[in-house]
């Protein structure tokens, strides 16, 4: 794979440390089926285990069995659950770490020997990005072939998905006031579904604080955000249940679906599209 | 009689004006630029839904709130100073306002608050009214008024600490942003519900602070000649201790812990007046309510990219007095 003989000498020229010194760099095409991985991220924890036998996974991050952070958070139940420490990575021995990336973690880099195989994802911020990060991961776990089934699968999914958004406006409004801007998995969505993102008309960063005033003002159709604010359970959260903003029609998603370029980008985009065609029902 | 003692209807009327006027700027200025014909155009019942929301959903509660916890910090400053007789008592110094912000934290993070509108002013009292007690408690009948600064340290800092140790124990994320804004408090997104938390503690413990006037002047000649005059001193200790616990409680559980107001307040205040301590209690609690409405218009009006915690500029303007004071009592040491 291209990808990763490129990872291979970025990290070296980019100092993290001689990866492969001792042992050849293995090859994606050929690999021993690794039996021992151990995922240090939130993102490639959910790929792992969409991917990889049970039986392979040595380790997973802490937040693998929450089903506020993970789309496959059932899954993880049962399996290791690491606090991203050298110490505990040592003991497993791994033969495969994945990471987002892998080669920049501060606890692999507490290690005297850095000569496990890693496999460095990048960020996906689009549906195409997520899927290189599958059959990156599903190769580098030693079932290409889940890969392939996974994106047909999904590609399936959003075959028939309408665009009921009609170029209306929708603002992602977290806690605080925070908006997610335009260059995120969350804009990508939005554009899926025909929705126009405020950020994106007010020239914000990807991540900006809009206060409740300026949202009143810019009066998005839409405002979209995370189902675990829909009960107040604190300052940030009671925010969002401001009488001000109460009448903008509201789109609920899981953050565990967006939070990471993850096969749950399925279920973020037609949960989407069936809220707005609700919406829109109970109007006429 | 101070050099620039105002006749007294004379100094309320101008604290009066000062607080209208800030209470209009308030109401005027805000994240969105919106035109002064546009608001009035809207408060007088024009179909103009934005600036509407704005001015009655966003701006309006906010500046009730800033007008009644001010009040109120100012007013149970100019009472703890006439009770205790040093000039450096008030809420925040005392350790108060950082109780009642535990008693809210606990009351909010830990789900009580849901099981009635009133656990959450409640709890935030009773912390009030604990540390208040506590603090009595410390500093005894001792001789120094530094006593009773160093004992409100101890009892602030342990607020402070229990705060943030409720936080973090609370099973929420961001519990880091949200200690921020307890210790520091703001008056950022609250709504007319807040309004109705807030309001009616805040008027009980204003009633029962004004009443002690004529108690706090006696005081000024030391307990037993107090006493002689006839004040009844374990009244006057009681209603001023409820009176600050609920008021600042009420403020506290729905702006955090705003510091210094009652210190400056009743500070500037002082020189205007006869300087009895019945002669500062109105005024201090008008003067309070156009401190910290001004002060939330500059958190508004300073260009940051997250709106500045109230606690900062207030800080920023109270620590310059304290230190004023501190450096007096010096000899003391």
């Given at each position: 794979?291209?990808?990763?003989?490129?990872?291979a000498?970025?990290?070296?020229?980019?100092?993290?440390?001689?990866?492969?010194?001792?042992?050849?760099?293995?090859s994606?095409?050929?690999?021993?089926?690794?039996q021992?991985?151990?995922?240090i991220?939130?993102?490639?924890?959910?790929?792992?285990?969409?991917?990889?036998d049970?039986e392979?996974?040595?380790?997973l991050?802490?937040?693998?069995?929450?089903?506020?952070?993970?789309?496959e958070?059932?899954?993880a139940?049962?399996?290791?659950?690491?606090s991203n420490?050298?110490?505990?990575?040592?003991?497993?021995e791994?033969?495969?770490?994945?990471?987002?990336?892998?080669?920049r973690?501060?606890?692999?880099?507490?290690?005297?020997?850095?000569?496990?195989p890693?496999?460095d994802l990048?960020?996906?911020?689009?549906?195409?990005?997520?899927?290189?990060?599958?059959?990156?991961?599903a190769?580098?776990?030693g079932?290409?072939?889940?890969?392939?089934?996974?994106?047909?699968?999904?590609?399936?999914?959003?075959?028939?998905?309408p665009k009921?958004?009609?170029?209306r406006?929708?603002?992602y409004?977290?806690?605080?006031?925070y908006?997610?801007g335009?260059?995120?998995l969350?804009d990508?969505l939005?554009?899926?579904l025909?929705?126009?993102?405020?950020a994106?008309?007010?020239?914000?960063p990807?991540?900006?604080?809009?206060?409740?005033?300026e949202?009143?003002?810019?009066?998005?159709?839409?405002l979209?955000?995370?189902?675990?604010?829909d009960?107040?359970?604190d300052?940030?959260?009671?925010?969002?249940?401001?009488?001000?903003?109460?009448?903008i029609?509201?789109?609920s998603?899981p953050?565990?679906?967006?939070?990471?370029?993850?096969?749950a980008?399925?279920?973020?985009?037609?949960?989407?599209?069936?809220?707005i065609?609700?919406?829109d029902?109970?109007r006429? | 009689?101070?050099?620039?003692a105002?006749p007294?209807?004379?100094?309320?009327?101008?604290?009066?004006?000062?607080?209208?006027?800030a209470?209009?700027?308030?109401?005027?200025?805000?994240?969105?630029?919106?035109?002064?014909?546009?608001?009035?155009?809207?408060?007088t019942g024009?179909?103009?839904?934005?600036?509407?929301i704005?001015?009655f959903d966003?701006?309006?509660?906010?500046?009730?709130?800033?007008?009644?916890?001010?009040?109120?910090?100012?007013?149970?400053?100019?009472?703890l100073?006439?009770?205790?007789?040093?000039?450096l008592?008030?809420p925040?110094?005392?350790?108060?306002?950082?109780?009642?912000?535990?008693?809210?934290?606990a009351?909010l993070?830990?789900?009580?608050?849901?099981?009635?509108?009133?656990?959450?002013?409640?709890?935030?009292?009773?912390?009030a009214?604990?540390?208040?007690a506590?603090?009595?408690i410390?500093?005894?009948k001792?001789?120094?008024?530094?006593?009773?600064?160093?004992?409100?340290?101890?009892?602030g800092?342990?607020?402070?600490a229990g705060?943030?140790?409720?936080?973090?124990?609370?099973?929420?994320?961001?519990?880091?942003m949200?200690?921020?804004?307890?210790?520091?408090?703001?008056?950022e997104?609250?709504?007319?519900?807040?309004?109705w938390i807030?309001?009616?503690?805040?008027?009980?413990?204003?009633?029962?602070?004004?009443?002690?006037?004529?108690a706090l002047?006696?005081?000024?000649?030391?307990?037993?000649?107090?006493?002689?005059l006839?004040?009844?001193?374990?009244?006057?200790?009681?209603?001023?201790l409820?009176?600050?616990?609920?008021?600042?409680?009420g403020?506290?559980?729905?702006?955090?812990?705003?510091?210094?107001v009652?210190?400056?307040?009743?500070?500037?205040?002082?020189?205007?007046?006869?300087?009895?301590?019945?002669?500062?209690l109105?005024?201090?609690?008008?003067?309070?309510?156009?401190?910290?409405?001004l002060?939330d218009l500059g958190?508004r009006?300073?260009?940051?990219?997250?709106e500045?915690?109230?606690?900062?500029?207030t800080?920023f303007?109270?620590?310059p007095v304290?230190?004023?004071?501190?450096?007096?009592?010096?000899?003391?040491?």
């Amino acid at each position: 794979m291209r990808r990763y003989g490129l990872l291979a000498v970025a990290a070296l020229v980019g100092g993290a440390g001689v990866l492969w010194a001792a042992s050849p760099v293995p090859s994606a095409k050929a690999p021993a089926i690794p039996q021992r991985i151990v995922s240090i991220n939130l993102c490639a924890d959910q790929l792992v285990l969409a991917l990889a036998d049970r039986e392979q996974i040595a380790g997973l991050t802490k937040n693998a069995t929450d089903p506020e952070m993970s789309g496959e958070a059932v899954k993880a139940r049962g399996i290791a659950l690491l606090s991203n420490s050298a110490e505990q990575i040592l003991a497993i021995e791994p033969d495969l770490i994945v990471g987002m990336p892998a080669s920049r973690s501060a606890a692999l880099a507490a290690l005297p020997k850095q000569n496990y195989p890693l496999l460095d994802l990048a960020t996906a911020n689009t549906l195409n990005e997520i899927h290189a990060s599958i059959r990156e991961t599903a190769a580098a776990v030693g079932h290409p072939e889940r890969g392939a089934a996974l994106i047909a699968r999904m590609e399936g999914e959003l075959a028939g998905l309408p665009k009921p958004g009609k170029g209306r406006v929708a603002a992602y409004y977290q806690r605080r006031g925070y908006m997610t801007g335009t260059g995120t998995l969350i804009d990508e969505l939005m554009t899926r579904l025909g929705l126009v993102n405020l950020a994106g008309q007010l020239g914000k960063p990807p991540l900006s604080q809009l206060s409740l005033e300026e949202m009143v003002a810019a009066e998005p159709d839409f405002l979209i955000v995370e189902s675990a604010t829909d009960v107040v359970t604190d300052q940030g959260s009671e925010m969002l249940h401001h009488p001000a903003i109460k009448d903008i029609p509201r789109i609920s998603i899981p953050q565990a679906w967006t939070v990471c370029g993850s096969p749950a980008y399925t279920a973020a985009a037609r949960s989407m599209a069936a809220q707005i065609a609700r919406i829109d029902r109970g109007r006429s | 009689m101070s050099r620039f003692a105002l006749p007294r209807w004379s100094l309320i009327a101008a604290l009066s004006l000062l607080t209208l006027v800030a209470a209009v700027g308030s109401l005027l200025f805000g994240a969105v630029d919106l035109s002064v014909a546009r608001l009035v155009a809207a408060a007088t019942g024009e179909d103009d839904r934005v600036a509407a929301i704005i001015l009655f959903d966003l701006r309006l509660p906010r500046t009730l709130l800033a007008l009644a916890v001010g009040a109120m910090l100012g007013l149970a400053g100019a009472a703890l100073q006439g009770y205790l007789r040093n000039p450096l008592a008030e809420p925040s110094v005392l350790g108060t306002s950082n109780a009642a912000a535990l008693g809210g934290v606990a009351a909010l993070y830990f789900g009580i608050a849901e099981l009635h509108p009133v656990m959450l002013p409640l709890l935030a009292t009773g912390g009030a009214l604990l540390s208040l007690a506590l603090l009595f408690i410390l500093s005894g009948k001792a001789e120094s008024p530094l006593t009773l600064i160093l004992a409100g340290i101890a009892v602030g800092t342990l607020a402070v600490a229990g705060t943030s140790l409720a936080l973090n124990l609370s099973p929420n994320p961001f519990a880091a942003m949200e200690i921020m804004t307890w210790l520091l408090g703001s008056l950022e997104n609250r709504s007319f519900d807040h309004v109705w938390i807030a309001l009616p503690c805040i008027a009980a413990g204003a009633m029962m602070l004004l009443w002690n006037g004529r108690a706090l002047d006696a005081l000024t000649l030391g307990e037993d000649a107090a006493q002689a005059l006839g004040t009844d001193l374990r009244r006057t200790r009681l209603r001023l201790l409820v009176g600050t616990a609920i008021g600042v409680g009420g403020a506290v559980a729905v702006s955090g812990a705003i510091g210094f107001v009652g210190l400056i307040v009743p500070h500037l205040i002082r020189p205007l007046t006869d300087r009895s301590p019945s002669a500062i209690l109105l005024p201090s609690a008008i003067g309070g309510a156009a401190l910290l409405t001004l002060a939330d218009l500059g958190v508004r009006i300073i260009p940051t990219t997250n709106e500045l915690k109230l606690g900062v500029v207030t800080a920023f303007l109270g620590v310059p007095v304290f230190l004023l004071h501190l450096m007096r009592e010096r000899r003391l040491w």
